[in-house]
C-alpha cells in the first residue's frame, strides 16, 4: 500500500490559475496588437517585441542576480503583459532605447522593488509610462498617423492626437464646434484609425479582448463601468451647460487611452480594491480625475494619472470598505 | 412551474460529477468483522455498556448516552464482542472502539420491524415520545455534521419553529447517496418529514433539492400530494446549497444572524438521511445501523452502497475497483469540498461517511503570491475577505481577525477552491478560529 497524500479541503480546485490569467490577458490584448500593426506598421511591431522581451528580460535578472532565488518568476505571464502595456501605451515611434529604459522602470522600479508580483501598489506599466512622458517629453507626445501596413521605421508623418487638438483648441479659446472640424470621425475613433499610443486607438479591438476576459472571469465589470460611466456622466454634465467649451462624452470615451485604460489598466488585480463597493468607488475616483485632467488639467490626457492616484488610493479604499458579512442584522 | 430559489452572495460552480447517480442502492455483505466508534456524534461520546466475549444481536444498544449532547451506539452485527480497543477513525487518531466478529445472518433484537413494507400510519404521536424514541435510537444529522438529532429539534424555551427545512441539496461533487435515497426511499423520507414536523408542531415543511436531480424533485413532487404542508422545492445548482445558513436563506428569505442557530430565524433544518432515519426508528423502532454510501472518485463510475456502520473502508474500497490497477494517492471521507483526506483504509464507515471518495496522479500545486483579484471575497459565501484573513492569521494578528470575523467562517471551502494563486486559505482560517477561540477563552478567565 502506497503512502496517502494528506490534505486539508477543499480536495478540488478551480482550474483557472495565475499564469492563465496572466496568459488570458495576453490574449485579449491580441485584437488590438493587430490593429496596432495595420495602421503602424513594422514599427509597432518592433516596439512591443523589445518592450516584452526587455521587461522579461529585467524581471529574469532581477529575479537572478538581485534577489539570488531560485524561482524565476517569469513563466508567470505577469512580465509579459507588463511589457504589452507599456508598448501600448506609448506612440509607435517612439526610439527602441527609451523603450528599454521604460521597461527597466516597469520592472525594476514598478514592480520587483516592491517584491515582485502581487505586491506593487502601482500599475508597473503606467510608472513607466508616466515616467517617460516626464523624462522624453517630446518623443512621447509624437504621434505618426496612422498609414496602413507601413513598413518605415523611421519618418514617419505625424500629427496631434483628438485629444491634443481639443486641448490645443481650448487653450486658443476656439469654439468646440470649430475643433469638431479637426479632429477624427466617430467611425474613425472606433475602428482605430487615428494618432495615438498605438494599443489605445482602436475601440473595437479593445471591447473584444475585453469581452473575452469577462467571459473567462479574468475581469468583473465593476471597475470598468463605473470608469466609463462616470466619464460620461461627469463629462455629460459639462457638455450640457456650455457644449461650445466642453466636448461631447462620446469623444471623451473614443479619443484617448479611456477604453484601455478602463478594461486593462484599471481592472489589474494587484493595484485595484477587492471588494465590489470598493471597485466602483475607484472606478467614480478614476472617471472623475480623468475628466477634470483631460477639461482643465495642462496635460490633453489624463488616464494614466487618474488611474496611478487611485491606485495610491486603494490600500485606504481596501480599508474602510469591507463586505458585509451574511448574518449581520 | 415552480420558482426555482438559491441563495444570492458568494458561491461557485465546480464540475458536480455526480458519476453515481444512475447506480441504485446495493446492500454491502456483512463484513467479517466490525469497527464501531464511540466517537460518532458531535459532543460526548457514549460509554460502552459491553465487555469483551458478549454475545450481541443486531440493533442492540452496546454503547450508552450519559449526557443530553450525546448518541446512542447500537451494534450494526450479530456476533461476539472480540475487544473495546483504540482502532483509527476518521480523524485519523486513534479512538476507542466497540470490535465485533460478526456471524453471517443477522440475529435481530425482537422488537424490530424488519420488513420492506412501508408502515404510513404514524405510531408516536406525542412531542416528546417521538423525541425520546429518537434520542434512543442514536439518530444523529447524517449530512457529515454529525449533531445528535434530539438535541436539534428540542427547542430551547421562548423561541418558535416556523419551518421545518429537510435537506436534500447535496451540493457537494460526487456525492449521490441523498440523491438515490430520495429516489428509491421517497415516501418514507415524506413520513419521516411528517414525523419531524409532529415533534417540531409546525405545519409546513420544505424539502429543498437542487435542480441538478429533476427526476428526485419529479418523485418527490408526485408523492407530496398525500402529505399535507410539505412543499418541495427546487434550487438553483450552486455551491454550497446545501449549508444550512444558505439554504434557509434560499428557501425563506430568513438571514441567520451572525453567531446564531437556525431556530432564532425560525427554522431546523434535516438532512433527508436523517429524516430516513428517523422513519425507521419511530416506524420500525430501528436504530441508526446502517447507512447509505457513495463511493466514487477520478476515473471510475462507483457505487452506492447501503453499508452497516462499522464496515472498515478497505472493503468498500475493493469491491468497487477490485483487481483494477488503479492507483489511488488519497482518499476523502465526504464530499471533494469539505470531506476530509484519510491516512488509513482501515478507517470504518460511521453515522457521518456520506462518501468516499478516491483521487489518483497528486500534483502538488504551485503557489502563487496573492494578485488581490478578489476571487475569494466574491465567492465567500458569507461576506467575508478570505485573503484578508489569511493576511492576519499568518501574521499572528488575532485580534484584527476576530474583527474581521473570522468565526463566522462556514469552512465550504469556496476561497480556496476558487483562489488563482493556491493560497491554503481556509488552512489560516481553520488555524484563526482555534486561535481566536482560545484568544476568547483566556480572556474568560
New interface residues.
Given amino acids: 500500500m502506497e503512502k496517502l497524500v494528506i490534505s486539508s479541503s477543499p480536495h478540488i480546485h478551480d482550474n483557472l490559475d495565475v499564469p492563465k490569467i496572466m496568459w488570458g490577458v495576453v490574449i485579449a490584448l491580441i485584437p488590438a496588437f493587430l490593429v496596432s500593426i495595420y495602421f503602424f506598421g513594422l514599427k509597432a511591431l518592433i516596439l512591443t517585441l523589445t518592450s516584452v522581451i526587455s521587461c522579461v528580460i529585467f524581471e529574469y535578472l532581477i529575479n537572478k542576480y538581485l534577489f539570488k532565488s531560485n524561482t524565476i518568476t517569469i513563466y508567470d505571464g505577469s512580465a509579459v503583459v507588463t511589457g504589452l502595456l507599456l508598448a501600448f501605451n506609448v506612440p509607435s515611434s517612439l526610439p527602441l532605447w527609451q523603450i528599454i529604459i521604460g521597461s527597466l522602470v516597469a520592472i525594476g522600479i514598478g514592480k520587483m522593488t516592491f517584491g515582485g508580483l502581487g505586491k506593487n501598489p502601482f500599475n508597473p506599466a503606467l510608472v513607466a509610462r508616466v515616467f517617460l512622458l516626464i523624462s522624453f517629453p517630446v518623443d512621447m507626445t509624437t504621434w505618426p498617423k496612422p498609414e496602413p501596413l507601413s513598413t518605415k521605421l523611421t519618418d514617419f508623418i505625424t500629427g496631434p492626437t483628438a485629444l491634443g487638438i481639443y486641448k490645443e483648441g481650448i487653450l486658443n479659446n476656439e469654439k468646440v464646434s470649430h475643433i469638431m472640424t479637426k479632429v477624427p470621425s466617430y467611425t474613425e475613433m472606433f475602428l482605430g484609425k487615428i494618432g495615438g499610443s498605438l494599443g489605445e486607438v482602436s475601440a473595437i479591438a479593445i471591447l473584444i479582448g475585453a469581452a473575452f476576459m469577462f467571459i473567462r472571469r479574468i475581469i468583473t465589470l465593476h471597475i470598468p463601468f463605473s470608469y466609463i460611466i462616470t466619464v460620461i456622466i461627469f463629462s455629460g454634465i459639462f457638455w450640457l451647460i456650455n457644449p461650445e467649451r466642453y466636448i461631447d462624452p462620446l469623444f471623451h470615451v473614443l479619443s484617448g487611452g479611456l477604453l484601455l485604460g478602463a478594461f486593462f489598466m484599471a481592472t489589474d488585480m494587484v493595484t485595484s480594491p477587492m471588494t465590489p463597493k470598493g471597485q466602483i468607488i475607484f472606478g467614480i475616483g478614476c472617471g472623475l480625475l480623468t475628466v477634470i485632467i483631460r477639461n482643465w488639467g495642462s496635460y490633453p490626457e489624463g488616464v494614466s494619472f487618474a488611474i496611478l492616484i487611485m491606485n495610491a488610493f486603494t490600500p485606504l479604499i481596501n480599508k474602510y470598505v469591507k463586505t458585509k458579512k451574511f448574518g449581520s442584522i | 412551474m415552480i420558482k426555482i430559489k438559491t441563495f444570492k452572495?458568494g458561491g461557485?460552480h465546480?464540475d458536480d460529477k455526480k458519476l453515481t447517480k444512475e447506480v441504485p442502492i446495493e446492500e454491502f455483505p456483512i463484513p467479517d468483522k466490525v469497527y464501531i466508534p464511540l466517537t460518532q456524534n458531535l459532543g460526548a461520546p457514549p460509554e460502552p455498556i459491553v465487555k469483551k466475549g458478549d454475545f450481541v444481536k443486531t440493533g442492540q444498544l452496546i454503547a450508552e448516552a450519559k449526557s443530553f449532547v450525546s448518541a446512542n451506539v447500537h451494534s450494526s452485527v450479530t456476533g461476539i464482542v472480540e475487544k473495546i480497543d483504540e482502532h483509527i477513525d476518521v480523524s485519523?487518531y486513534r479512538k476507542l472502539t466497540i470490535i465485533i466478529n460478526a456471524e453471517k445472518t443477522d440475529n435481530w433484537v425482537e422488537d424490530i420491524d424488519t420488513s420492506n413494507n412501508i408502515v404510513r400510519e404514524i405510531k408516536i404521536k406525542n412531542k416528546s415520545e417521538i423525541i425520546n424514541k429518537i434520542r434512543e435510537k442514536g439518530i444523529v444529522g447524517m449530512g457529515g455534521a454529525t449533531f445528535p438529532t434530539h438535541v436539534k429539534l428540542s427547542i430551547p424555551e421562548g423561541k418558535k419553529c416556523d419551518y421545518l427545512i429537510i435537506n436534500g441539496v447535496e451540493c457537494e461533487?460526487y456525492l449521490t447517496s441523498d440523491h438515490r435515497l430520495m429516489l428509491e426511499k421517497g415516501e418514507e423520507i415524506l413520513i419521516g418529514a411528517k414525523i419531524l414536523m409532529l415533534a417540531l408542531d409546525v405545519n409546513t415543511c420544505y424539502i429543498g433539492i437542487e435542480n441538478n436531480k429533476p427526476d428526485a424533485i419529479n418523485h418527490l413532487l408526485e408523492l407530496s400530494k398525500n402529505y399535507e404542508g410539505i412543499i418541495i422545492q427546487p434550487l438553483k445548482l450552486k455551491y454550497p446549497q446545501g449549508a444550512e445558513?444558505q439554504l434557509i436563506?434560499a428557501i425563506t428569505g430568513r438571514?441567520?444572524?451572525?453567531?446564531?442557530l437556525p431556530i432564532d430565524v425560525g427554522c431546523i433544518v434535516q438532512n433527508v438521511g436523517t429524516t430516513y432515519a428517523v422513519y425507521e426508528a419511530v416506524q420500525k423502532n430501528k436504530p441508526l445501523i446502517y447507512r447509505i454510501v457513495t463511493v466514487s472518485g477520478e476515473g471510475f463510475i462507483g457505487k452506492n452502497f447501503l453499508v452497516r456502520i462499522g464496515t472498515p473502508i478497505k472493503l468498500l474500497i475493493n469491491s468497487v475497483i477490485g483487481d483494477q490497477n488503479y492507483?489511488f494517492?488519497?482518499?476523502?471521507s465526504g464530499g471533494?469540498?469539505?470531506?476530509?483526506?484519510?491516512?488509513?483504509?482501515e478507517v470504518p464507515v460511521t453515522k457521518g461517511t456520506s462518501g468516499i471518495?478516491l483521487?489518483k496522479d497528486?500534483k502538488e500545486?504551485?503557489l502563487?503570491?496573492?494578485?488581490?483579484?478578489?476571487k475569494c471575497?466574491?465567492v465567500?459565501?458569507?461576506?467575508?475577505?478570505p485573503?484578508?484573513l489569511e493576511k492576519l492569521i499568518a501574521n499572528e494578528r488575532i485580534e484584527e481577525a476576530h474583527k474581521?470575523?473570522v468565526l463566522?467562517c462556514i469552512?465550504c471551502?469556496c476561497c480556496?477552491?476558487?483562489?488563482?494563486?493556491?493560497r491554503?486559505l481556509?488552512?489560516y482560517i481553520?488555524l484563526g478560529k482555534n486561535k481566536v477561540l482560545q484568544m476568547l477563552k483566556s480572556k474568560k478567565n
Avoid: H, W
Fill in positions: 452572495r461557485i465546480p485519523g461533487p445558513k436563506y438571514e441567520v444572524p451572525s453567531g446564531g492507483n494517492t488519497s482518499i476523502i471533494p469540498m469539505m470531506g476530509k483526506a484519510l491516512i488509513s483504509t471518495l483521487f497528486y500545486q504551485k502563487y503570491p496573492c494578485i488581490k483579484c478578489a471575497v466574491m465567500c459565501p458569507m461576506g467575508l475577505m485573503s484578508l474581521n470575523n463566522d469552512e471551502g480556496e477552491y476558487t483562489c488563482p494563486s493556491f491554503p481556509l488552512e481553520r
